[in-house]
């Protein structure tokens, strides 16, 4: 058991020292991404400027059909994330604007710094925790569960949301259904809708 005990510590000991051998890891973006993230950019060649980031300056005019504009700052942008297990985003919303039903493989924290928002997300017993949020408040959104936010207010809305990974995907439910190569009859028979309904679906989002 003694024994048993050194080992585990012997192990701890061992993932930590293997965390700090590096300060940074600023992704190389030429080379292909890995389970892990990317490779490291060669020390030699970091500057200041790969640790700024500079895209979500300015206004954001949303652009498509939900009335959002969605600037991400993940690491295949922003590659000083790389390793670090954070990743950022803005979110602008027009009028009435929306982000859709959508999940990522991380947790998420919101801050909303302009405009009202409903904000809200949908448990595996598919409760739903929803709430409208006014400037200055913040949200927690659980890893993986399907969440959404609406503007309710009468002008534009920001926020800015941060997620804990480097690389946390975002998969927006709409688009995966009817905006890939999903056949229609397949989309048809797994969301109930009519044929003539997944048709509507596939045509807003081109693929019909």
Do not use: W
Not at 93 to 121: D, E, M
Request: glycine share 8%; with cysteine; net charge neutral.
């Amino acid at each position: 058991m003694r024994n048993l005990s050194f080992f585990f510590v012997f192990c701890l000991l061992s993932s930590l020292s293997h965390a700090i051998e590096l300060d940074f890891c600023v992704g190389d973006l030429s080379l292909p991404r890995g389970p892990e993230g990317y490779a490291c950019k060669d020390p030699a060649e970091v500057t200041t400027d790969d640790f700024v980031y500079t895209g979500f300056r300015g206004e954001k005019t949303p652009n498509n059909v939900f009335g959002n504009n969605v600037t991400l700052a993940f690491s295949d942008v922003f590659p000083a994330f790389n390793g670090l297990g954070i990743s950022m985003a803005r979110l602008d919303f027009a009028v009435g604007g929306v982000i859709p039903v959508h999940s990522h493989r991380t947790s998420k924290v919101l801050l909303l710094v302009k405009g009202s928002i409903i904000a809200g997300f949908i448990d595996t017993n598919n409760t739903a925790y929803y709430k409208r949020l006014e400037v200055g408040d913040v949200m927690v959104f659980p890893q993986a569960m399907l969440h959404f936010q609406i503007n309710v207010g009468k002008t534009p809305a920001t926020a800015y949301v941060s997620l804990n990974g480097a690389n946390p995907a975002l998969q927006l439910t709409p688009t995966a259904l009817f905006a890939g190569n999903l056949p229609a009859d397949i989309a048809q028979d797994i969301t109930l809708l009519s044929r003539k309904e997944v048709m509507r679906m596939k045509r807003i989002f081109g693929t019909a």
